[in-house]
């Protein structure tokens, strides 16, 4: 069964500096991935998602993540973060199911806060 | 277009009452599927539907029913409410054909509190 770690639960960061969000995924086939971002009170926003090909992938707001298969990781980067970034981000694994359908697996998120 | 819309945006119910959760999309999607959200677990998903008449379970399937009778409406039934069950719930749509893998669209999601 596939799985999602993200091992920070809240970060800090101040305006304007860079941003790493860590993901570690198990999964025994090549994974589709994503990123999804959560403001306070809304729905999921997927900012970029990861199939093929190229591994780093870029995404809106800014965002881009890097898909590294030696060390099952999916960390999302932003070189310069604004405000309005904070909210919280979940890392996602997503596999078929029987049937047809398809299921994605979330990771506990993190919480980022920007201080001005 | 609305995208995915779900309804009420919050619900407070007390132990034992049952209530509809109302989700529909208006993107013509075949999939749907309902998930919840609790603090520190991330989103699990309960049932979903790969097109009218089709419905399975997902990982926590158990206190709740759902129906798949047009394209459009994935309602998420709960029979006899418990304080478990508190969460907020999250219902979400995308095509089956390729392309768009697995890229699912989220609605707004319901808050739901349980006494």
């Known amino acids: 069964a596939q799985s999602v770690t993200q091992p920070d639960i809240h970060i800090t960061v101040s305006e304007g500096a860079s941003l790493e969000l860590r993901c570690n995924y198990s999964y025994g086939a090549t994974p589709y991935l994503f990123w999804y971002v959560q403001s306070p009170g809304q729905g999921l926003q997927l900012l970029l998602k990861?199939?093929?090909?190229?591994?780093l992938v870029q995404g809106i707001k800014g965002f881009e993540a890097e898909f590294k298969r030696s060390q099952s990781s999916f960390n999302l980067r932003k070189p310069s973060v604004h405000w309005s970034d904070a909210a919280e981000y979940f890392c996602?694994?997503?596999?078929?199911?029987?049937?047809?359908?398809?299921?994605?697996?979330f990771g506990t998120g993190t919480q980022l806060k920007v201080e001005l | 277009n609305a995208g995915v819309t779900q309804t009420p945006k919050f619900q407070v119910l007390k132990t034992g009452q049952s209530m509809t959760l109302q989700c529909a999309q208006d993107m013509n999607h075949e999939y749907m599927s309902w998930y919840r959200q609790d603090p520190g677990m991330g989103l699990r998903l309960i049932h979903y539907?790969?097109?009218?008449?089709?419905?399975d379970q997902g990982e926590v399937p158990n206190g709740y029913n759902v129906s798949r009778s047009t394209t459009e409406d994935f309602p998420l039934r709960l029979l006899s409410a418990a304080p478990s069950q508190t969460s907020v719930y999250f219902c979400?749509?995308?095509?089956?054909?390729?392309?768009?893998?697995?890229?699912?669209?989220f609605g707004p999601g319901t808050r739901l509190t349980v006494t």
């Open positions: 990861y199939f093929s090909g190229d591994t």
């Open positions: 979400a749509s995308r095509y089956r054909s390729s392309g768009t893998h697995y890229e699912q669209y």
């Open positions: 539907s790969v097109g009218a008449g089709i419905t």
């Open positions: 996602a694994v997503g596999a078929q199911l029987t049937g047809g359908g398809n299921k994605l697996t």
